[in-house]
Structures are given as C-alpha cells and as structure tokens.
T-cell receptor, first 113, second 112 residues
Framework: DVKVTQSSRYLVKRTGEKVFLECVQD?????MFWYRQDPGLGLRLIYF???????EKGDIPEGYSVSREKKERFSLILESASTNQTSMYLC????????????FGPGTRLTVT | GQQLNQSPQSMFIQEGEDVSMNCTSS?????WLWYKQEPGEGPVLLIA?????ELTSNGRLTAQFGITRKDSFLNISASIPSDVGIYFC????????????FGQGTTLQVKP
C-alpha cells in the first residue's frame, strides 16, 4: 500500500512565524502535491512537483513556497504565517504516468493565532 | 477559472437506501475522478474515468463520465454506515495540465 505521511496532525503557530510542513511518500512516486482544504471550498492546489528540485505553482501559491530536495520528500513553507492561512493542509503523491490518481496523507490542521 | 458544482451539498439517508450525487461544469473536462474522505483522514480515490460515456463500478459504487464531458455521476447502492464521509468529484480541464479541480464535496450521513 502507498503510504503518505505528514509530519504533524495538528500545529498551532503565531502570526509572522515561519512554518514548515513536511510530507514523505514511500512508493517512489514522481509527482507530489500540496493542497489546502477549507469548508465549502473543496481542495485547492497550492504547489506541485514533477521531479526532484522541480516545482509548479498551483491555483493559490501566494504566501507559500515549496522544496523538493529528495524524491520522497516535499515540504511546504509558510514564510510568514497569517491568520488566513489557518486551514487543513493535505499532501498527495502519484505515479508519473497516472498523475491524477493521487494518494493523500492524513492532513495537518494548522491554526495561526 | 474552471469550476465544478457538486450536488447535493449534504445527504442524510437510511441504511439500505441508494444514493446519487453529481458534479457539473460549464466547460469540458477530460478526466473525472471520485474521492471519499472519512473524518480525520485524507481523501481516498474511489473511481477514475477517462473516456466520455464510460461507466465504471467499484463494489457498490458506480460512476459515469457524462457523454457531454461536462458532468459525472456517482451512485452508491444499498448504503451502509461505513459509507459516511465527504465525497469529492475532481476533474481535469482541457487547460489544466497536471492540476485537478475539486468540487465542494457532498457530505453523506447514514442512519443505521
């Protein structure tokens, strides 16, 4: 079974702090994704990566950056956390040839106070 | 940008009933997928559809890729309590390479 793990299930940070969310997958998937999930809005894509050191902006990249130094690991960085970034963050991965069949991690619920 | 409208927003049904939900768009989509999210977990892929008119089953679940390519349907037959969760449709539009667009979700509750 594919396993996608996220470093924290719950996180509370203060406004202005730099926040790192880590995601690791164990199935040698080429593609990795970061989404945020808000009630009534579904999932919205923040950034994705096709390969190591490659990244592409999703639909809502403002205020976020990403890093992919190793194939199995994809990090989401909030440079200066703000209260409107309070949300559920979901990481996903997929095989190169089946990019849309994504496997999700359990999510990190981030609260920025 | 492209959007998906998913309905109904929520459903509260009796165990054993059949369930139908759908997803529509004003523009053409090339791929449709259905995911289920249980409380405290990430979404899990249920069914992927790649061809207009395609009808695919996964146990008690059946999904169809609409012939107009602007909609998709998910049916659940003989619902059971473990069907509880949020069901999301997701699609790939003609101009969104590599990106999935998600619907707002349908929350399903099943009364034993």
């Amino acid at each position: 079974d594919v396993k996608v793990t996220q470093s924290s299930r719950y996180l509370v940070k203060r406004t202005g702090e730099k926040v790192f969310l880590e995601c690791v997958q164990d199935m040698d998937h080429e593609n990795m994704f970061w989404y945020r999930q808000d009630p009534g809005l579904g999932l919205r894509l923040i950034y994705f990566s096709y390969d190591v050191k490659m990244k592409e902006k999703g639909d809502i990249p403002e205020g976020y950056s990403v890093s992919r130094e190793k194939k199995e690991r994809f990090s989401l960085i909030l440079e200066s956390a703000s209260t409107n970034q309070t949300s559920m963050y979901l990481c996903a991965s997929s095989l190169g040839g089946r990019i849309y069949e994504q496997y999700f991690g359990p999510g990190t619920r981030l609260t920025v106070t | 940008g492209q959007q998906l409208n998913q309905s109904p927003q929520s459903m509260f049904i009796q165990e054993g009933e059949d369930v139908s939900m759908n997803c529509t768009s004003s523009s053409i989509f090339n791929t449709w997928l259905w995911y289920k999210q249980e409380p405290g977990e990430g979404p899990v892929l249920l069914i992927a559809l790649y061809k207009a008119g395609e009808l695919t089953s996964n146990g008690r679940l059946t999904a169809q890729f609409g012939i107009t390519r602007k909609d998709s349907f998910l049916n659940i037959s003989a619902s059971i309590p473990s069907d509880v969760g949020i069901y999301f449709c997701a699609g790939v539009g003609s101009s969104n390479t590599g990106k999935l667009i998600f619907g707002q979700g349908t929350t399903l509750q099943v009364k034993p």
